[in-house]
């Protein structure tokens, strides 16, 4: 299949949108919303060079980072809730998006780092498309919450190097609780099947920098040892133990997360002790621990 192909039945999902999970169906080329909040025309919040990622993909000068509005969902701790939940940003043409790709790479970004893009898969792959043809040289990344459909992650192949996934919840219950979504851990599964299909090892250049392959995040939550324990054992039986994981303890209680007494807090330090060495016991090796 070439990408232009892959493009065209990208193009053919937006509307009626099947893009995602959530399946909404609505005609978002009539610019009707869907349950997103996402219209036709991509819209972002901001592009930077990034240093927040995981060392090998920020390094010393950090990951071309595009950061987009609206998101498939509703999480009650989002710390982006400005314009992941309140739609805050600018709406840009495939045309200019290319450009902002081309001008990171220029600013020096190791990679172009797509953030919660599955709502604009069609226009961002597009566009990378489009800067390709006119020199980018960067490998792409899908940073997304793991709530994805394996049928359009299929068509990702040619456009996508790195698959950066969070594996959330352990239970379809707590993604709905807390994400406002059904059947979380079944698409996050067969999500990160796909996405190991494509990219079954991860590899470096010779400074330690991702080229290629799949991260999958884990963020630590308040009084969510046990929890971490039932994720790491799915990833374990899925997976296999030779996946790349990042263990994340940065959770801050922002947007509606003081509604939820459970996760109304920050990590303790002793928490975050205990969650590097649940991951050491369980077996894995390969990653990265990210501290606040």
Request: glycine share 8%.
């Amino acid at each position: 299949m070439t990408t232009i192909d892959s493009l065209s039945k990208l193009y053919k999902l937006l509307s009626p949108c099947y893009l995602c999970p959530l399946n909404c169906k609505v005609e978002r080329l009539g610019n009707v919303l869907g349950r997103c909040d996402a219209s036709i025309k991509a819209k972002i919040s901001s592009y930077t060079l990034y240093k927040g990622e995981e060392p090998p993909l920020a390094g010393n000068r950090g990951s071309g980072a595009i950061f987009f509005s609206h998101c498939n969902l509703k999480c009650v701790y989002c710390q982006n809730y400005n314009f992941s939940q309140f739609g805050n940003g600018r709406e840009v043409s495939v045309n200019e998006l290319s450009s902002i790709m081309l001008k990171l790479e220029q600013l020096g970004a190791l990679n172009i780092n797509l953030v919660t893009a599955t709502h604009y898969l069609p226009q961002a792959m597009a566009a990378v498309n489009l800067a390709r043809g006119k020199g980018l040289r960067l490998p792409t990344i899908l940073n997304t919450s793991g709530y994805e459909s394996k049928k359009v992650l299929s068509l990702l192949k040619d456009f996508i190097d790195i698959y950066l996934v969070d594996f959330r919840y352990s239970s379809d219950e707590l993604g709905e609780k807390y994400s406002g979504i059904k059947f979380y851990k079944r698409f996050a599964v067969s999500s990160i099947k796909e996405m190991l299909r494509q990219k079954p090892e991860v590899q470096f250049d010779k400074t330690g920098i991702v080229r290629r392959g799949v991260i999958i995040r884990l963020l630590v939550f308040p009084n969510g040892l046990e929890e971490l324990k039932k994720i790491l054992a799915i990833i374990k039986w899925e997976f296999g133990l030779g996946v790349c994981i990042s263990l994340m303890s940065q959770f801050t209680p922002v947007y509606r997360a003081k509604d939820f007494p459970e996760i109304s807090r920050k990590l303790t330090r002793e928490e975050i002790t205990d969650a590097i060495k649940i991951v050491r016991e369980e077996g894995f090796r390969n990653g990265w621990i990210q501290f606040d």
